[in-house]
């Protein structure tokens, strides 16, 4: 079973092109072509269709909005639009990130009518880390003279509102700073000092992705330390603050390269084990092996893993190889997990019992099947929208065979027809983030909002309010923050 469900058609491709340009997908495409250009030699086919997409991309986002220019600011581990976070974007781009600060700059201010040539120029300077320059100016000096007149960066905090000013200083009177946009991201996490904490957990886990796969993709073997690290540290939060971390994998971000796929299957593997068990050894392995399922997909040709129709029969061929690629990348490693090797190995296979009635599987393995299936279901692809929850776990019903009914059933219990993180709407018009489940499955508790995206410190919980007028959750709200951050 790939995760590719359900297939896409002719409309939902049309569907997909008719999308408008968003500044979260145009930073998307310049981590995808920041990567790219780590793997690949510049003149690879690959990194010219990222780098022809930035400025496609970039023409039609400056043709519909007024300004003559694209300014993405970066502060304090975030990248910003217009004085707000791109929170989704964000995530995956810590790397990026890091390279500005590393020159000492504020961000990236993109001209209309920048040129492919002049994208690459900027992947290069990006690129060199500690054998580039160190400085802002040195840094606009190399694009200048490598003929690079549309794209230049930006000194500190500058011009994160004003998409067309000339002034390049530091955060005057009357500019936006970048800590007041900061504090409003603090009130859409919810939580304020460990929300933070668990962006820069799953920043750190996306970096260390991006690294193993650059590895992998250049047929080197990986190693899995940081991710060890990582893995704690999603735990520690999944244990703490479980609403944060599951809020935060709810952004939208069509990341090329599934990382952000990953993080959110580990995530939902370790939420879904910590209600099975306490075991933090076993809950480690669960969480690093979820984490793994499809490091193999680093050897999958790009152009199948981005595909954007329906795969021909070939191509579905080619991408099923990437659980023998991740197998075999994780045999490599000399003290990896069986567990790990097991899971990328056949995380796609069909659940069966011996003649005893044993599960052939491990529990890992059928576990993270089961989070792998409901993540790609209910994740916004490129090639289509979110499905709600109660959905999935209607086809994963009728998927015969392909899991272990008893642990879909635990796992329908404790994800809920609510999950946690969701955004609902209640019978009496208020709105709010689920919090916890409880033991009625459509009746969690809810996290109250005073506005949208602003919580309170109120936690409704609807298992205790009966009655016919009761308080019941009325719809599922959609992500907007998401779509637009
Ligand atoms: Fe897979
Ligand atoms: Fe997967």
Redesign the pocket.
């Known amino acids: 079973m790939?995760?590719r469900v359900p297939h896409t058609t002719a409309l939902e491709h049309e569907e997909q092109e008719a999308r408008p340009a968003t500044v979260p997908a145009f930073v998307d495409e310049l981590v995808v072509a920041l990567t790219n250009a780590r793997i690949y030699q510049p003149d690879h086919p690959r990194v010219l269709r990222s780098l022809s997409s930035l400025s496609d991309q970039l023409k039609d986002l400056l043709r519909q909005s007024t300004r003559s220019s694209l300014i993405i600011g970066a502060a304090e581990d975030y990248l910003f639009h217009e004085g707000q976070p791109l929170l989704g974007a964000s995530l995956s781009a810590l790397r990026l990130i890091k390279s500005l600060e590393a020159l000492g700059s504020g961000g990236i201010r993109f001209a209309e009518g920048a040129s492919s040539e002049e994208f690459l120029n900027l992947v290069y300077v990006l690129g060199r880390g500690t054998r580039g320059p160190s400085r802002v100016d040195d840094a606009n000096q190399v694009l200048f003279d490598r003929g690079c007149r549309r794209i230049h960066f930006l000194n500190p905090y500058a011009e994160l509102v004003d998409g067309d000013g000339a002034a390049h200083g530091g955060t005057g009177p009357g500019q936006a700073s970048p800590w007041g946009a900061l504090h409003d991201l603090d009130s859409l996490l919810d939580v304020e000092q460990s929300a933070k904490s668990v962006t820069e957990v799953y920043q750190h886990t996306v970096a260390d992705l991006q690294e193993i796969t650059i590895r992998a993709a250049r047929g080197h073997t990986v190693s899995l330390d940081n991710s060890q690290g990582d893995v704690e540290e999603l735990l520690k939060s999944i244990v703490h603050s479980g609403q944060a971390l599951l809020n935060l994998c709810r952004y939208e971000n069509y990341d090329a390269f599934t990382f952000g796929h990953s993080i959110r299957v580990c995530s939902l593997a370790l939420y879904f084990a910590s209600q099975l068990t306490e075991n933090k050894e076993l809950l480690q392995r669960i969480g690093m092996a979820a984490l793994m399922?499809?490091v193999?997909?680093a050897r999958v040709p790009f152009e199948v893993l981005h595909a954007k129709g329906r795969l021909t029969q070939e191509e579905r061929a080619i991408m099923s190889s990437?659980?023998e690629h991740?197998g075999r990348i994780l045999l490599e490693i000399a003290d990896s997990d069986p567990a790990t090797v097991a899971v990328a190995f056949g995380?796609?296979d069909r659940f069966g019992v011996d003649d005893l009635g044993t599960p052939k599987q491990s529990i890992v393995t059928r576990l993270t099947k089961i989070c792998?299936v409901y993540e790609a279901l209910t994740a916004v692809r490129p090639y289509k929208d979110r499905m709600s929850p109660i959905r999935a776990y209607r086809i994963m019903l009728t998927m015969d065979g392909a899991f272990d009914r008893g642990l879909l059933r635990r796992f329908m219990e404790i994800n809920g027809v609510y999950p946690v993180g969701c955004r609902v709407e209640l019978s009496d018009g208020r709105s709010g983030r689920v919090a916890k489940q409880t033991r009625v499955l459509t009746r969690p508790q809810v996290q109250l909002e005073s506005a949208p995206f602003c919580p309170t410190e109120e936690v409704l919980d609807l298992s205790r309010l009966r009655g016919p007028d009761a308080v019941h959750v009325e719809q599922l709200l959609p992500e907007t923050v998401g779509k637009t951050l």
């Open positions: 790939c995760e399922h499809d193999g997909k990437h659980t991740g995380h796609h792998d």
